[in-house]
């Protein structure tokens, strides 16, 4: 009777239980499971949208992929001077000529673009890519996500060192720390960009030309050679915070007394640092570095406000072949591609945080 | 002995300036963008820039037009309550929803327990941009409204988050209160209801601050879902595409003047419960 009981009181709990999970497995379902199986279909079609044809989107296998990673890597043969039957020469650069890249990379069946050249054992090369602004955007993305994610984490843990020490006006520094975490990415993008107009009505044209860096028209913007400086100093102000905040709750977990007997043992305050403090930050360490590294690769904000059309980010190019060129296809295969790339930090992440472990 | 007093004195200087410098660095955009909504057309084009709003002569001389152009244009203020409307029912759905799964997770048995918490947090980490174009399919087959469409769209990254916090949060609760309320006659619900959930008040403030911030903040859907519906722009979308009302070039005291109105509301929530969102920050993060 009394194990009657008990089978019916789990069965209960079981269906209770069920039940309960059923309203958001159904909205997971509806936004994020269903989604990322049409996806995963779309990709393999050439799908556009609101195409006003009546015609069914065809199924074209790897075409998308192949249109988006396709690469090809020619030689550039130097250039002969036809009177001399010699390798013509610069003048200016004393350096050997070579053939354009675009003579040289192929056209049909698919064209392949000029990516980026590079030289090798005294030979020159082309690397050209069947979407070379795909190429770029997966390149600017990884750059972006790595830099920034590393200052971030070295910056975040010197914040965090500082805050963590006992002074007056620590809770007032700890609540200023939220600040740049609680504005809008994309109003501090917009703030970032005021700042950065390129004449002396900007902020840092005007510090800079005093300091006699530049004559106060630096566009931030729009030069090949600060563009990514910029988008990172403004992804490092906005996140680093985030970043010392984690590292914080990490650094408080260290019993004191640790640093007690380091202190009886001698030890100075960096051997302190290296030897206590960084060993059991670790932990804290990886998992803010994944956490903000996952985040970073699927960056948006900055690049689409402070570029636009100008620098892509593999979001900000997946939005730009969805809405402006209206390619489903495509867009559907740079989110599978976006999502195997961060599914493989994410399984690291995993791992790391030990989930199985209970 | 005197030498170690100096050392300990440059220390102590060293280590205040440093303070200073991060306090400024963390407020200085900030103050620029406040600075910046105070000048007029006139003064933001003055060169140098300066720090202050002050007028040709060098004298203080703030202006609060930009502000009362934001609140004459009705985009921003459309924007204002499409975000308000969207963040808020986000949450309320998030918590709610999240909260049946949590409790479910974190003091239920049932077969399957364990998939069902791995899918949650690898949830957590999915990336919304690759389901971009899928959503946007789906949300035209449905013909929803925009705002519906982005309350929903939000639960992919609202609901895993609510949920997985909470299912930490109810583990912890003793199991014996739960089980003396079904000794007494209670069925599971009665106890989620009655007993359990307000338990749970301070672990529903702090999911719900954040997911209400991580939908205040949402660009990529919310501008990819109004293309073609203005109307229902939120804060994002009207603040990166303003263009303003009168003004040929863009206008960034208006602009300004719109980043310091959405950001104060945002900051004085964050300050008044800065250690539940320190902790809700940290609690996938460390605990784990």
Redesign the interface.
């Given at each position: 009777m009394a194990r009657k009981d008990k089978l019916s009181?789990?069965q209960?709990?079981?269906r209770?239980?069920?039940k309960?999970?059923i309203?958001?497995?159904l909205?997971?379902a509806?936004?994020?499971f269903?989604?990322?199986?049409?996806?995963f279909y779309?990709s393999f079609t050439d799908k556009v949208?609101a195409s006003g044809t009546d015609e069914a989107p065809k199924l074209i296998g790897f075409e998308n992929y192949k249109s988006l990673l396709g690469l090809t890597v020619m030689e550039l043969p130097k250039v002969v001077d036809e009177t001399t039957g010699e390798a013509s020469i610069d003048e200016d650069t004393g350096k050997p000529v070579y053939e354009r890249a675009i003579r040289v990379l192929p056209r049909s069946p698919v064209r392949y673009r000029e990516w980026f050249q590079f030289s090798l054992f005294g030979r020159r090369y082309v690397v050209g890519a069947r979407d070379p602004e795909f190429m770029k955007a997966i390149w600017n993305t990884l750059v972006f996500a790595v830099i920034s994610v590393f200052l971030e984490t070295v910056l975040g843990l010197g914040?965090a060192l500082?805050v963590n020490?006992n002074?007056r006006?620590k809770g007032i520094?700890?609540?200023?720390?939220?600040?740049?975490?609680?504005?809008?990415?994309?109003?501090?993008?917009?703030?970032?960009e005021?700042?950065l107009?390129p004449?002396?009505?900007?902020?840092f044209n005007?510090v800079l030309?005093?300091l006699g860096w530049g004559d106060?028209d630096l566009s931030f913007l729009s030069m090949p050679a600060l563009q990514m400086p910029t988008l990172i100093a403004v992804d490092v102000?906005k996140t680093t915070?985030?970043m010392a905040?984690?590292i914080l709750?990490?650094l408080q977990?260290i019993p004191r007394e640790l640093y007690e007997a380091g202190r009886v043992d001698g030890a100075g305050r960096l051997k302190q640092f290296l030897s206590i403090t960084l060993p059991l930050l670790k932990p804290?360490l990886a998992?803010?570095l994944i956490?903000r590294t996952?985040d970073a690769?699927?960056v948006?904000?900055v690049f689409?406000?402070l570029m636009g059309n100008r620098m892509y980010s593999?979001?900000s190019y997946?939005?730009y072949q969805?809405?402006g060129n209206r390619n489903?296809g495509l867009?559907?295969a740079i989110?599978?591609i976006?999502?195997f790339l961060?599914g493989i930090f994410?399984i690291i992440?995993?791992r790391l945080?030990?989930?199985?472990k209970e | 002995m005197k030498k170690n007093n100096l050392i300990w004195l440059i220390g102590k200087i060293a280590f205040w300036i440093l303070v200073i410098f991060i306090f400024f660095y963390m407020l200085f955009p900030f103050y620029w963008a406040v600075n910046s909504s105070l000048k007029s057309e006139a003064q933001l084009q003055m060169t140098p820039a300066t720090f202050l709003p002050v007028n040709s002569e060098g004298r203080f001389a703030p202006t609060l037009q930009n502000y009362v152009a934001v609140f004459n244009d009705g985009t921003f203020v459309r924007a204002l309550w499409n975000s308000t409307i969207v963040a808020g029912l986000t949450t309320l759905l998030a918590l709610g929803v999240g909260s049946f799964a949590a409790y479910a997770m974190g003091k239920l048995r049932f077969k399957g327990k364990k998939l069902t918490l791995y899918l949650i947090l690898s949830l957590t980490m999915f990336p919304q941009i690759t389901v971009l174009s899928g959503l946007y399919a789906v949300i035209n087959t449905l013909n929803l409204g925009a705002r519906i469409s982005l309350i929903l769209s939000y639960m992919i990254f609202t609901l895993p988050f609510t949920t997985w916090v909470l299912t930490a949060f109810f583990k912890e609760l003793p199991t014996e209160i739960m089980q003396s309320a079904w000794v007494d006659g209670a069925t599971p619900f009665q106890t989620f209801y009655v007993i359990l959930l307000p338990l749970t008040a301070p672990a529903l403030v702090t999911a719900g601050l954040l997911a209400f911030i991580a939908a205040w903040n949402e660009y990529i859907f919310a501008l990819t879902f109004t293309t073609i519906a203005p109307e229902a722009r939120t804060i994002p979308v009207a603040i990166s595409l303003f263009t303003g009302s009168v003004s040929r070039q863009v206008p960034f005291g208006e602009i300004m003047a719109g980043a310091v109105i959405v950001t104060i509301p945002v900051v004085v929530l964050v300050f008044i419960f800065q250690r539940r969102i320190v902790q809700g920050l940290t609690a996938g993060a460390v605990k784990g």
């Open positions: 009181l789990a209960k709990e079981q209770t239980a069920y309960l999970l309203p958001a497995l909205i997971l509806l936004v994020a269903y989604p990322l199986f049409q996806v779309t949208f914040v500082v020490s002074f006006g520094m700890r609540a200023t720390m939220l600040v740049p975490w609680a504005v809008i990415t994309v109003v501090s993008a917009r703030i970032w005021w700042m107009q004449t002396r009505a900007g902020l005007t030309s005093k106060g102000w915070p985030f905040l984690l709750a990490g977990l804290t998992v803010a956490f996952l690769l699927r948006f904000d689409q406000v593999m979001a997946n939005y969805l809405i489903m867009a559907s989110g599978v976006i999502f961060i994410a992440y995993m945080m030990g989930v199985d | -």
